[in-house]
Every structure is written in structure tokens, then in C-alpha cells.
């Protein structure tokens, strides 16, 4: 059994930041990518930025430069830095791990999502 748990959302002022943390736990083996996707109201969810186990990220275009995604491996979990935010910004945020197990081989697990949302 493997439990993703997101935190860190909020209600902030356009410009401000805030700071979400994710962590794995349970019978993992490995968890080679971590990322974090973003679903707004009436909209599909996307990837916000991801981070492979030996530390290579990527961010969608919308967010380079103002988000950053780190890891701790010890911990099995991830951040993510938001600076500068705007309205455009506001979603629940998931969290994904892309968790290897002994009873279930490789998959990919979700958290519950933590709400952002930025107000102008």
C-alpha cells in the first residue's frame, strides 16, 4: 500500500508564494519520477513540473522561471517553490509518484490534491 499526501495549499495574493510538499509512503521500493499536475475549474489537468529520481526536471512553459520542483530522495518527497503567482495559477494541485512496489510492480499514484488559489 502506497499513500501520496500533498500540502502546502492556500489562498495568496497575486505575487506572492507558497510552498507544496508531497510525500510517499508506505512499501515502496524505488520512485523514479515525482511530478506535480495542476486541474483548474472546467479545465483538463496538466503537468506543472516533474523530477526524476536522479534530479533532472522539467516545467511546463507557463511556469518556467517562477516555479521550482526539488527532491528529497531520503524522504521520498517533493516541493514545489511558487513565486510570482497569478489568477492563471489557481487549480488544485496533485501530486504524482511513479511508484515501484513489491506486490505491484511499477505504477503511479496520486495524492488528494491541495487547493491554490490566487487572488488579483
Known amino acids: 500500500q502506497v499513500q501520496v499526501v500533498e500540502s502546502g495549499g492556500g489562498l495568496v495574493q497575486a505575487g506572492g508564494s507558497l510552498r507544496l510538499s508531497c510525500a510517499a509512503s508506505?512499501?515502496?521500493?524505488?520512485?523514479?519520477?515525482m511530478g506535480w499536475y495542476r486541474q483548474a475549474p472546467g479545465k483538463q489537468r496538466e503537468l506543472v513540473a516533474g523530477v526524476t529520481s536522479g534530479g533532472r526536471t522539467n516545467y511546463a512553459d507557463s511556469v518556467k522561471g517562477r516555479f521550482t520542483i526539488s527532491r528529497d530522495n531520503a524522504k521520498n518527497t517533493i516541493y514545489l517553490q511558487m513565486n510570482s503567482l497569478n489568477a492563471d495559477d489557481t487549480a488544485v494541485y496533485y501530486c504524482n509518484a511513479d511508484v515501484r512496489t513489491w506486490s505491484e510492480g511499477r505504477r503511479g499514484y496520486w495524492g488528494q490534491g491541495t487547493q491554490v488559489t490566487v487572488s488579483s
Open positions: 508506505g512499501s515502496i521500493f524505488s520512485i523514479d519520477v
